[in-house]
Every structure is written in structure tokens, then in C-alpha cells.
């Protein structure tokens, strides 16, 4: 056997490894997204069986946060990646973290979509949650889309997206108050109505969260914790 | 130079690494602590301005786990961990996001209370967010404790813990609830109690997340997304 044949065989194996790794990022971060969608789905259509199997479901979404860590752990201690192939198992370290968080508020959705589904419903279908739900799911989307194709201009508009969601969040949470303010016979529900929109709010912070490590793994820059208006990456370009 | 002496110094200079990469997580893991303290002191005595002040101080925490992130990447790249040094490492990126989040949650929990502040108090100065605080707390520093001693036993106490605070969270929800529909001027006000018993609830899902890390680390075991009761580790003893 010749050492070059070697070298290029382990090299082409480590590269399947990581394909390998990153295709099962966007898998979960697919099966993320549709749990996402249904539980959007079953709040608006008042579907409380939907709800019910979205909830039920999140244990895959689990399965593939303990496989993925597994991948990486060995990857790391097999294969001693340098330098950036080891930013792109750091940045899926954490990325599949909040993937997982991403699935556990579809899950808490998915429960109040059941429970709301047995209640008086408003004539206009939680049109407010459907608007910022849909706004969300895009987010995640982009989100895993920068991820695919490393485009830190994508991932950065996504961040800055992540100022609207927090501004419709409180939009909605206000509004339930003052129903409630109202007709208190109405507490019960609209408190329903504002846990989804927190769990909403909470998932647009993990699609930030992913973007960000999406800038980090191809600029080898951390941007968490930093204001928004003040990120220059211009600089590195 | 002797080859001999060179490992030695190279294996020394990797134990002193690792040395300081746990004391910067117990350090990080203390100020937490410490802000989730005075969190709940801000909230049970209606001091607004230390409310504001733990949610100026949150920056701290981010640091650390920016500083901390670098240098587990910097010693994977740099020492090639094997096994059981790698496993430490990747539980303390893990552990050092569960800690970011305690920090935000305590920052939520800053700003409620300064809210609180300024609107009629009850009698008991919120004693039911007193308990389940005080419990909060004393369960993220169980969970530190078990890190520092690599303490299966104790994590594992510590996550049974959780089911507790779960149960408190869903009866100071019901409590606020029925406050709130026997006087609907007080639903702002509960509304606020509501989202610091929730913040609180969350805070004990973060502990119980370290204590599933330490376990991992200890025994490379990994219990994530398993029901406390099916947890067998005798057979690892």
C-alpha cells in the first residue's frame, strides 16, 4: 500500500463523515420545520388531534440530537479536524442544541393547540399567531438554509429579522390583556394565546441563534451578545 | 532537550489547560448563581433598581461563555483530547449555554421585578415565588457542585428535582389564574408572576440539563430525553 493512497483514502472518508454530518443537520432541521408548521396548523385550524401527534412526535427530533452529538464526539476524537472543519462541528454542537429547543416549543404548541381546540374559538382563527407563526417558520427556515449553504449575508438578514418577531410578540401579548381585561371568562384562554406566542417568540431566537453560528463558522467570528447595528463584517470580506 | 521531558511538559501543560477550563466554568456557574439570588431578592422585596441592575449585569455572564467557547476550541485543536478529556470538553460547551440561558432568564426575572415594583404589592411579598426561587436555586447549585466533584450520585438527585418544580410552577399558574378572574385589575400584575415562576420553571430545566452533562461526562451515558425513572446506572458500577 502506498502512504499517498492513504493519506487521500482517509481524507475522502473524513469528507463523507462530514457530509454525512451536515446532511443530518438539515434533516433535523427539516423535521424541525414541519413540526413547526403542523403545530402553527393545528392552533389556527383548531385541530387538537394534530396538535396532539406533534407533541407525540418530538421524540425523533430528540433521536437525532443524541445521534448528531455522537457523530460529532467521534468525529473529533477519530479524526483531529483543523481548524475550520472543527468551527463546522462546533457551530453543529450547537446548532442541533437549539434545533432541539425549537422542537420542544412545537411541542408545548402542539399541547395548547389541543387544549385551545376545546374552547370558545374567535372568529377570526388566532389570525395574529397564524401571521407570526408563518413569520417564524421562515425564520427557521432561512436559518437552516444559511446553514446548507454557509451564506453569512443570508444569516445576518435573519438575525435582524428576529427585531419584528419580538415586536409582534409583545403586539399580541398586549392585546390578550386587554381582552382578558374585558371579559375576564376569557383568562384562561387568551393566557393560552400568549404562551404560543412566547413559544413562537422563543424560536425566532433560536433561529437567530443558529444564523449566528452560521457567521461564526465561516468568519471565525463571534458575534453573540452583540447589538445587531454593530456588527461590520465588511471588514473580513 | 529529553523527548521524555518534553511529553511531560506537554501533558502537564494539557492537565493545567483543562484546570483552568473547569475553574472558569465554576466561575461562570458562581456569578449565575449569584444573579438568580439577587433576582429573587428583587422581585420578594420590590427592589426595582437591583432588578435593573442584575439585567445590566447579564453581560458578564455572556462573556464568560464567549471566552469559555474559545478555549474548549482551542484545546481540541491544539491537545487532540482523547475519550474521557474530550467528553469533559464537550460537556462543557453544553453546560456553558445551559448557564448563558440561566443568565437570561435571571435578566427576565430582573426586569419583572422591577415592573412589580412599582404596582401594589400583596401581603406575602410573593412568597410562593420565594419557595419555588429558593428551590431554583439551590438546584443550579447542585448542579455546579456535582460538575465540580464529577458527582453522578448528586446529579441525579438534582434531576428528580425537577418534577417538583414543575408541580409548584403549575399551581402558582393556577393560583394566578383565579387571582385574575376574581379581580381583572390585578391581570397585568399576575401576568408578571406568571412569567417569573416560568422563568424560574425554565431555570430548573437548565440545572437539570447539567446534571445530565455531568452524568454523561462521568459515565458516557447519555440520559438526555429518557424518563428519570428508567435511568439504571448500577449496571455501569
Excluded at 412526535?57 to 437525532?64: M, W
Excluded at 446548507?148 to 401579548?173: G, N, P, S, W
Amino acid at each position: 500500500m502506498q502512504p499517498v493512497d492513504l493519506t487521500h483514502h482517509i481524507s475522502k472518508r473524513f469528507e463523507k463523515d462530514l457530509e454525512e454530518l451536515r446532511g443530518n443537520v438539515l434533516a433535523m432541521g427539516g423535521l424541525v420545520e414541519s413540526q413547526l408548521t403542523k403545530a402553527i396548523d393545528a392552533v389556527v385550524s383548531g385541530n387538537s388531534e394534530l396538535g396532539l401527534r406533534v407533541a407525540h412526535d418530538d421524540y425523533k427530533v430528540n433521536r437525532f440530537e443524541v445521534t448528531i452529538d455522537e457523530a460529532c464526539s467521534r468525529i473529533i476524537a477519530t479524526r483531529a479536524p483543523a481548524a475550520s472543519d472543527l468551527r463546522l462541528i462546533m457551530a453543529i454542537i450547537k446548532t442541533i442544541t437549539d434545533l432541539e429547543r425549537i422542537g420542544d416549543e412545537a411541542e408545548k404548541i402542539g399541547f395548547l393547540a389541543s387544549r385551545l381546540a376545546n374552547m370558545d374559538r374567535p372568529s377570526d382563527s388566532y389570525r395574529e399567531l397564524k401571521t407570526l407563526g408563518a413569520h417564524v417558520r421562515r425564520m427557521v427556515a432561512a436559518a437552516m438554509d444559511a446553514f446548507a449553504r454557509m451564506d453569512v449575508d443570508a444569516a445576518l438578514a435573519t438575525v435582524r429579522e428576529d427585531e419584528y418577531v419580538d415586536e409582534e410578540y409583545e403586539k399580541i401579548q398586549r392585546q390578550c390583556i386587554t381582552f382578558m381585561m374585558e371579559d375576564p371568562r376569557t383568562i384562561r384562554r387568551f393566557m393560552d394565546v400568549t404562551w404560543a406566542a412566547r413559544s413562537l417568540e422563543r424560536i425566532g431566537d433560536h433561529a437567530k441563534n443558529i444564523c449566528e453560528y452560521v457567521i461564526y463558522m465561516v468568519r471565525g467570528k463571534d458575534i453573540r451578545h452583540i447589538n445587531v447595528d454593530e456588527i461590520d463584517l465588511d471588514e473580513q470580506d
